[in-house]
């Protein structure tokens, strides 16, 4: 209201001090314009009596000037600039006039100068010169301004009343809408609307504002529709999240438990392997005690046998010849076989003891790996066998070897043992041919020793890696312990041994040892 | 002794204002150098009848008939124009010798020979100009009067008609009005 009335009321102020203006401006161009016309008309009338030197016609012709009351003096000067004929308002007092008279016009304060010249026959002849006063200006401009003032007041006074009347119309139509929206956004409630009013802008405006609540809330239900889906479907999923979880859960324990279990296991297993090594060791260690015992006491009682038969053969002639002959067979060829099967038996239990000590001795000793050539342990190895491959004029074919990280006496043991093997149980009525090649994988290496020997019997391979078990056949030393050496330190490194065999034809054994690294993992 | 005052002080005042008056009078115009230039000036507001001129740049003619009074002050109109037309100054002894002339000065030497002159005068489109008394009555179209030191003039507005002349009601304004009478 307040804006509407400023506004009103700067805008009528803006155009009536405008038109004022543009009023005085043009009133004074035309007074201007009137003067100069003036001028012109009294300069030409006068030439004659100028040209003539006739001051009182002169005086007669500015004299007509009277009828306009605004011009206070005239006056009619020579070429020269002397005042020729003068005209003054009644009770005007002789005003001085500045002697280089300018063509055109001046306005002072309260006065406008005109001077034009008075031309004949195209030549100046003299100058006139108007000044009038600004009475009739000021008198517009108070005339003007007074108008102005009660138009100004009347305007705004309508103004008034219409704005009143018509806020009314417009302001309470957006006051509902006001209202309609804060309750809006206060309560969110869209289910409120606008009451339309009349078909102009506040209608369509109203119109376009509930259209626009219509969207929301139909936007807003569709939304609490998919976030109720959303929720839902977040529950279950929650749900099964937290079931499979559960499931992982009982699993892992499970899994611990098992581990656990198997971590015991291999505990108890460990221990009986540790019990067995040490009782391996303990039975072999004690066994031997008793075992020279034995051998010493039987020796010595072979000797005493020896020294009491020439005592016996004294005593003996008291018995008959029978019994005679009974006792002297006792006592010189059973006693003495008896004790040589003794002696016999105990140094074969020796060996196999010691065979047994060594293999736990293999089983406890800590492995040291270090790169080590196969080229050079198998050269080494045929070298020792060499007298025994001479003699059975043995053909040994050495393929390329590689330098792999193992334990070197372990190496050592296992293609010893399996050389020896192959040289051992060669077929005696062909030349033996025996080879050694090796095969790089990308985990490991695998060794082949091939012969062409006596083969081993299908239903002695299962057999033939278990402790003391021998090749049948009286014509090889040995005390069964190879083979179950080579696979004991075969498995400490992790690796595997496979035998392909044909009896009378030969034997491969294929050795896989892993790469071993060179932190010293050593397995069980 | 208030004569002798009053001679003494008009001595007095003679002697103040005697030089600006010998000043004043070499300035002042005499009475000839007056009647040439109202001369011009009457030609400037009179007009002739197309058939005056033979074309738009023919001069315009000022005749002086008998003798001369304007002596060394015609010099100083030499070169003026007149309505935009070159201005020539033709002297003539006798009214015989009259030729093209737009403006004729008719001097005071013959004022007794008008009865001759003026039958002739009627019948040109000449603007005539005397300077002798009763010119204008016996149908010169304007004539010199000089009253108190002034220089007026008389104008005959038959003889002016008779002439073919348009005489600005300015100058008329500023003369005196005759007619013609024998």
């Known amino acids: ?524 | 002794m208030i004569k002798r005052t009053v001679t003494i002080l008009i001595i007095l005042a003679w002697c103040i204002l005697s030089l600006p008056t010998v000043q004043a009078e070499e300035r002042l115009p005499s009475e000839y150098q007056v009647k040439l230039a109202f001369l011009l000036n009457f030609a400037r507001f009179v007009e002739w009848p197309k058939d005056a001129f033979a074309d738009a740049n023919s001069p315009i003619i000022l005749g002086i008939l008998g003798d001369d009074p304007f002596g060394t002050s015609l010099a100083s109109i030499k070169g003026k124009t007149i309505h935009g037309r070159k201005l020539l100054i033709n002297k003539f002894k006798d009214v015989d010798d009259i030729r093209d002339c737009h403006i004729l000065f008719v001097s005071s030497s013959e004022k007794n020979h008008l009865s001759r002159i003026m039958p002739f005068l009627r019948q040109a489109k000449i603007l005539t100009v005397g300077d002798m008394r009763k010119f204008a009555q016996k149908g010169g179209v304007i004539n010199f009067v000089v009253e108190n030191d002034k220089v007026g003039f008389e104008i005959n507005v038959d003889a002016g008609k008779r002439a073919g002349l348009q005489i600005s009601s300015k100058l008329l304004s500023l003369a005196r009005i005759v007619r013609d009478s024998q």
Not at chain 1, 89 to 95: A, L, T
């Open chain 1, 1 to 524: 209201m307040l804006i509407s009335m400023a506004t009103t009321g700067v805008a009528l102020l803006i155009s009536g001090a405008a038109l004022i203006f543009n009023e005085m401006v043009s009133y004074r161009r035309s007074l201007v314009n009137s003067l100069t016309v003036q001028a012109r008309i009294t300069g030409s009338n006068s030439t004659a009596a100028l040209s003539f030197n006739n001051p009182r016609v002169a005086n007669e012709i500015l004299g007509a000037l009277s009828a306009a009351p605004n011009i206070v003096q005239a006056t009619i000067h020579t070429r020269e600039g002397e005042i020729f004929a003068r005209y003054l308002r009644n009770g005007e007092r002789v005003k001085p006039i500045s002697p280089p008279l300018k063509n055109g016009y001046s306005i002072a304060a309260n006065s406008i100068v005109v001077v034009e010249p008075i031309i004949l026959d195209r030549e100046p002849i003299g100058t006139i010169l108007i000044e009038s006063d600004l009475r009739e200006l000021l008198g517009r401009l108070w005339w003007y301004t007074t108008i102005m003032v009660i138009v100004f007041s009347g305007s705004l006074w309508i103004a008034f009343l219409l704005l009143s009347r018509m806020q009314r119309a417009v302001t309470s139509p957006i006051l509902d809408l006001v209202q309609v929206m804060g309750t809006v956004s206060r309560e969110g409630d869209y289910s409120v609307r606008a009451s339309a009013w009349n078909d102009d802008e506040l209608g369509s405006l109203a119109q376009g504002f509930n259209e626009m609540l219509v969207q929301i809330q139909s936007r807003d239900r569709e939304l609490e529709l998919h976030r109720r889906q959303l929720e839902q479907t977040v529950a279950s999923r929650t749900a099964e999240l937290a079931e499979a979880n559960k499931q992982l859960q009982r699993e892992l324990v499970e899994r611990q438990r098992a581990e656990e279990q198997l971590q015991r296991y291999s505990g108890e297993l460990r221990d009986i392997n540790d019990e067995l090594k040490s009782f391996a060791y303990m039975v072999s260690h004690d066994l031997r005690a008793p075992l020279i015992n034995i051998k010493g006491f039987a020796s010595e009682l072979d000797l005493a046998l020896k020294d009491a038969i020439p005592l016996l053969e004294q005593s003996l002639t008291s018995l008959c010849g029978k019994e005679r002959e009974q006792v002297r067979c006792a006592l010189q060829q059973d006693a003495p076989e008896a004790l040589g099967f003794i002696s016999s038996s105990v140094t074969r239990m020796d060996a196999l003891i010691n065979a047994v000590l060594q293999l736990s001795y293999m089983g406890r000793r800590e492995i040291r790996l270090e790169t080590v050539s196969v080229m050079t342990i198998v050269n080494s190895i045929l070298q020792s066998l060499r007298h025994q491959l001479e003699q059975r004029s043995v053909t040994v074919t050495v393929g390329e070897l590689p330098e792999i990280i193992i334990d070197k006496m372990a190496l050592e043991q296992i293609i010893g043992n399996l050389l020896d093997n192959a040289v051992k149980y060669l077929a005696a009525e062909r030349p033996g041919r025996i080879e050694v090649i090796a095969c790089e994988e990308a985990d490991g290496t695998t060794l082949r020793i091939s012969d062409n020997g006596r083969g081993i019997a299908p239903g002695d391979r299962g057999k033939m890696f278990e402790l003391f078990r021998r090749g049948n056949c009286p014509d090889t030393v040995g005390e069964g312990m190879g083979l179950a050496c080579v696979k004991t330190l075969v498995r400490r490194f992790g690796g595997r041994i496979e035998c392909e065999s044909e009896p009378g034809v030969g034997t491969t054994f294929s050795v896989f040892i892993p790469k071993q690294s060179d932190s010293g993992k050593e397995y069980q």
